[in-house]
């Protein structure tokens, strides 16, 4: 050792010697874990570094998936059936007879284009 | 781009993401689930009320009341039993304008059953458990299960909070129809009575509902009391249960059905219903069913063709049976014809002795109706072009500028190439009984069938034609006689004289002058339909000239092939009566009676046997056979009352003396003169003989 350096080093235990470190134990324990606590803990703080475009895009296609599941029967069956809703139908009496006014609509409309082709 | 992040962190995430799933599946989803299967059900769809079924099952609680409230007893029959899509009867078809959603599924009794059970046991104590109860009690009693219905009224009574007496007590007046439909006629009473022991001034409406049940069991209680019974059937023996059965007064069927009819029931399981304790008086039966019930399906009854008179003591049986609409082959789907004939074609039923032909003119709001051909052997028939020119119809009015005129298009009828027609057939067996018809509710796609529209523009519309269409009639008649005078060939335009002159005296309140006569008698000797034939004859009736009403009334019974209409025939009847021939008079009115169920000729048929006669036992007989209904308000004479009094009075006086004078007031009274009535009128001596001379005179 130098003499400057036997000097700095004095020079600190005089100041730091009021200073006592007493967590030695625990920084050890936690850079180098032995019991399965401290390990959990470890693993518990542990920092993840993710990739932030494909996770997302994935959560959002899981999202989708989760919601138009519950649907996708209605869409089908709409799709089918091909009306809009019926509450509000109507009668209508025409030539004698009693039809739902919007099919008799289209049976005349479509006679009148049959008739034109 | 990278998320630095902690395991802890990314723990919290996921156990939140979890914690927000399970919420959305515990509240969320059900809710959505709810939602989707209430529209499902609204709309129609195939399995829609499987899934409400299971939404329903799955929920509990107010969800559980509110979807049972909502979609069962909000659309479902109350014990009122006037709930039903179509009141059908008397040949008119009634369509309730309210329902909430008319694609829904229809519940069957057992899921009913089984809902408004749970409901009543622990469902929310207002105004619609009230009606869950009724309807509750309402499919009991289609399962003849009266004793269930009268308990689940009873319980829901006790269970009602104090305030809502009127409720309690509509349920106890429907405990006590129950009863008085199951001929418990005592338990009922009882009942009536605990309800008149507190009077509700307020509730009049009720109370009149009381009176109704009150006044009916009292009818029941009389030895006199009659009863119809009879079940409902489709022509393929189908029994219907739970349909709406009403036997309705002659005095009501002017009105649409209303809660305070006294004699309303439903079909039990094998389609059977009964009512007991019937008043005297002429009734119709009609039905009350939901569209698909109606749908492709009609009750064969004509209007007046139905009644049932009942004098006390009878006990009669009424069936009814639906049957499938006629499918109508051609000319269908708004068919242009332009040829000289018009094959009408429709679908054979069996049984059938002859059809009926209708058509239809196109008005603003719907069409004005009329028959075309009459008593047609066949299920096809092709008729000249002029037949349909030719048809008689009604008319309606159409506004022109600031004047109400007859639609000329209706004038013009089948001679309007714009105008778009509709036909439709009856079918008869041979006793004249409808069987069945093309027209009515057709709400589907396997049921519409082809539309019943044609169109025919063999006929181009002529110069007064367009005038006639502009509203511009008089320039019309006066260019229909240039074109007449022209081409004593034209056809169309001598009927549109006709018709136009006809309207302007019917206008005008006056009987056609002798001007109008030349060119209706030209078309009456042309026109081979013999529409034109009864105008004349009441002409020539009106002036007194007998030999030719005669020859015309002749000729109006060989265009109809020996089957005139019952109307024209009493008239001529009547004609003959004026004359003094009164044998003659009284076959045709026997005739034109018989033909005519609404008996309103019956009046002068019994004048003329009781003059002919002076039987007054056989008079009083007739009047009870066919009695004179009495429509609406008016009251039409009650003819076995007054030939009563004339017997009484007969009895009284000298029987020679009677009978000249009776036969002396009769032939005044068929002179049809005024003057010569009331001066009669003005010296009888004998106030049952007034009585009916006046009824008599008053006979339309």
């Not at chain 2, 399995?47 to 509110?66: F, P, Q, T, Y």
Request: glycine share 6%; proline share 5%; aromatic share 10%.
């Amino acid at each position: 050792m130098r003499p400057e350096q036997e000097f700095i080093r004095k020079k600190l235990d005089e100041e730091l010697g009021d200073l006592h470190f007493l967590k030695s134990a625990e920084v050890l324990e936690r850079t180098h874990p032995r019991s399965w606590r401290a390990k959990l803990r470890a693993i518990w703080n542990y920092e993840l570094e993710l990739p932030l475009i494909p996770i997302s895009a994935s959560l959002a296609v899981l999202l989708a998936i989760l919601f138009v599941v519950p649907f996708k029967g209605d869409v089908y069956k709409g799709e089918r059936r091909g009306d809009s809703p019926h509450a509000d139908r109507q009668l209508v009496e025409a030539g004698g007879n009693t039809y739902w006014k919007d099919d008799y609509e289209k049976a005349v409309e479509d006679v009148e284009i049959k008739d034109q082709s | 781009m990278r998320l630095k992040i902690k395991v802890k962190h990314l723990f919290a995430i996921a156990v939140a993401l979890c914690a927000s799933v399970l919420f959305l599946q515990a509240f969320v989803m059900p809710r959505i689930e709810i939602a989707m299967a209430k529209k499902h059900f609204e709309q129609g769809t195939p399995d829609g009320k499987e899934e409400l079924i299971r939404v329903l099952d799955a929920s509990s609680g107010n969800d559980k009341w509110a979807l049972i409230r909502d979609y069962m007893i909000e659309n479902g029959s109350d014990l009122s039993l006037i709930r039903f899509d179509v009141i059908a009867g008397d040949g008119t078809y009634q369509s309730s304008t309210t329902t909430s959603f008319p694609n829904a599924p229809r519940w069957t009794g057992e899921e009913k059953i089984k809902y408004l059970e749970a409901y009543i046991e622990g469902g929310p104590i207002d105004g619609y458990y009230v009606r869950a109860a009724k309807q509750l009690a309402y499919e009991y009693v289609t399962r003849s299960r009266t004793e269930d219905a009268v308990r689940v009224l009873e319980r829901t009574e006790q269970k009602l909070p104090g305030h809502v007496e009127d409720q309690g007590r509509e349920l106890k007046l429907a405990r006590a129809r129950i009863y008085a439909d199951a001929g418990q006629l005592d338990a009922a009473e009882r009942l009536l009575t605990e309800l008149s022991g507190t009077p509700q001034p307020r509730n009049t409406y009720l109370n009149g509902n009381i009176a109704a049940l009150q006044a009916r069991i009292t009818a029941q209680r009389q030895e006199s009391a009659s009863s119809v019974s009879g079940a409902v059937t489709r022509s393929d023996g189908t029994p219907m249960a739970g349909i709406g059965v009403y036997l309705r007064s002659s005095r009501d069927v002017y009105h649409s059905l209303i809660e305070s009819e006294p004699y309303q029931t439903l079909t039990d399981s094998e389609g059977k219903f009964a009512f007991k304790g019937v008043a005297p008086g002429s009734y119709a039966l009609y039905i009350g069913l939901n569209f698909e019930q109606i749908d492709g399906w009609t009750l064969p009854a004509s209007h007046d063709e139905e009644w049932i008179d009942l004098r006390g003591g009878e006990h009669l049986t009424r069936n009814m049976t639906l049957q499938r609409l006629i499918q109508l082959r051609s000319p269908v789907d708004q068919q242009v014809i332009t040829g000289k004939t018009v094959t009408f074609e429709w679908e054979p039923v069996e049984g059938a002795a002859y059809y009926t032909l209708n058509g239809t003119f196109p008005i603003e709001n719907g069409t004005v109706g009329h028959t075309i051909k009459d008593h047609i052997r066949s299920h096809s028939i092709e008729l000249p072009i002029e037949t349909l020119y030719s048809v008689v119809s009604g008319y309606s009015y159409k506004k022109f500028g600031d004047k109400q005129i007859p639609d000329p298009s209706n004038l013009l009828g089948y001679a309007d190439p714009s105008s778009r027609f509709s036909w439709s057939v009856e079918a008869r067996d041979a006793d004249g009984k409808l069987l069945t018809r093309s027209d009515g509710y057709r709400l589907n796609e396997q049921t519409m069938g082809p539309l019943p529209f044609f169109y025919l523009k063999e006929h181009t519309l002529t110069e007064p034609d367009r005038l006639l269409l502009e509203g511009r009639t008089d320039e019309a008649l006066q260019e229909y006689k240039a074109n007449y005078e022209r081409n004593g060939q034209d056809s169309h335009s001598l009927r549109m004289i006709v018709k136009l002159l006809e309207i302007s005296a019917f206008i005008d309140k006056r009987p056609l002058d002798a001007a109008s006569l030349p060119y209706l008698v030209k078309l009456a000797n042309t026109d081979p339909t013999g529409n034109a034939l009864p105008s004349l004859i009441s002409y020539y009736g009106s002036i007194g000239e007998w030999a030719q009403a005669d020859r015309y009334y002749g000729m109006l019974n060989e265009a109809r092939q020996g089957k005139v209409e019952s109307y024209p025939q009493a008239q001529y009847g009547r004609l003959l009566l004026k004359q003094g021939r009164v044998r003659e008079g009284e076959e045709q009115l026997r005739q034109a009676q018989a033909n005519d169920p609404s008996n309103r000729f019956i009046g002068d048929y019994i004048a003329s046997v009781i003059y002919l006669s002076a039987a007054l036992d056989k008079a009083e007989e007739l009047a009870l056979l066919y009695p004179e209904r009495s429509y609406y308000d008016s009251s039409n004479p009650d003819w076995s009352k007054l030939v009563r009094g004339l017997k009484e009075e007969s009895e009284d006086s000298n029987d020679k003396t009677y009978f000249d004078a009776l036969k002396e007031a009769l032939l005044v009274c068929f002179s049809e003169d005024k003057k010569r009535i009331e001066d009669w009128m003005s010296e009888a001596k004998f106030p049952a003989m007034k009585a009916f001379i006046s009824a008599v005179s008053d006979v339309d």
